[in-house]
């Protein structure tokens, strides 16, 4: 089946959907992006991403392109137009094309919006979810404004690149203190020695994961504790269990940091619940 991507307005196939060399995207990272979960062909977490999103262009101060029943209506397309029904919608809008200049374009500048879809393997992801996975830690490098889902994502995929080719899915960032901060594309949590779920908190320069809010509600509803408090690395490998979350993987148990085993090597009791109790609740309230 051949793939279609929405590109300022219009649906077209994937090979030709292109921006203009001038976009500040491109140009600059100028701009934003969002992704959603698509679980049985519907968003999960709809409202969240929304939300994020709306906040992420106040803070860039980029007039948002369209009210939110245009987006969803986009997102929608976009993901039935490619028959996505598990996998991802990915949304992303700079602030346009000008001639290149630092300082802002011209008011009223239209920015770019780019959405694509692409399915997912359910099975394969909960196989990897059963063995769990394995995370290297790298120095937290990034700017200051982690909040903002901005499309600079250069030390992220540094980190990233350095994961895969040590065999981990993920690097979690390491702060001046020692303390893990997140993901290059999740959020981290340990269940610790005393048996704590832990995971940072968001006054930290942290993406606020929406995937991390649903759990952080589903575990209140169940009456399950969690302490949004920082840990090191050092508590990690003596923690119990560990996982991350993210629209992208869910929750994914690790198993391995750096190479050394957590708890006894295997997936945990806790993240395997947890990952249960985040999907049904993301499956059931999804849009
Ligand atoms: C740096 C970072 N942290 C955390 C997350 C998890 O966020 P969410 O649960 O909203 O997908 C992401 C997702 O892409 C991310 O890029």
């Known amino acids: 089946m051949s793939r279609i991507a929405y590109v300022n307005g219009r649906f077209v196939p994937h090979g030709q959907a292109a921006v203009h060399v001038e976009d500040r995207g491109y140009q600059f990272a100028d701009g934003v992006y969002e992704v959603w979960a698509v679980l049985g062909g ?8 929304f939300e ?4 992420s262009l106040t803070e860039l101060l980029i007039v948002p392109p369209m009210g939110r029943p245009s987006l969803e209506v986009v997102l929608k397309e976009t993901a ?3 028959r ?11 602030r346009g094309v ?8 011209r008011p009223g500048t239209p920015p770019s919006v780019v959405c694509t879809a692409h399915s997912l393997d359910r099975a394969a992801s909960d196989a990897r979810a059963e063995r769990g996975a394995a995370v290297i830690t790298v120095p937290e490098t990034r700017w200051s404004r982690c909040d903002i889902k901005s499309v600079a994502l250069l030390p992220n995929v540094l980190a990233k690149q350095q994961a895969r080719a040590a065999g981990a899915v993920e690097a979690w960032f390491v702060d001046d203190l020692g303390l893990v901060t997140e993901g290059a594309s999740s959020n981290a949590w340990i269940i610790d020695k005393q048996g704590r779920v832990r995971t940072r908190d968001t006054q930290a320069n942290i993406l606020r994961g929406i ?15 969690v302490e949004e408090r920082p840990f090191t690395v ?3 490998l003596e923690a119990r269990e560990a996982f991350i979350t993210g629209a992208g993987t869910l929750l994914l148990p690790i198993v391995s940091i750096n190479g ?8 945990g009791p806790v993240a395997k619940r947890l990952r249960r109790l985040y999907i049904e609740e993301a499956r059931r309230t999804a849009l």
């Open 42 to 49: 519907r968003l999960a977490d709809a409202a969240g991403h």
């Open 52 to 55: 994020r999103l709306e906040r």
């Open 80 to 82: 039935r137009r490619n």
């Open 84 to 94: 996505v029904r598990e996998g991802l919608v990915y949304l992303q809008i700079t």
């Open 98 to 105: 000008a001639p290149r200049d630092h300082a802002f374009p």
């Open 211 to 225: 995937t991390r809010k649903t759990l952080l509600s589903v575990m209140a509803r169940e009456g399950l504790k």
């Open 234 to 236: 050092e508590e990690a």
């Open 260 to 267: 050394k085993q957590v708890g006894d090597g295997a997936v």
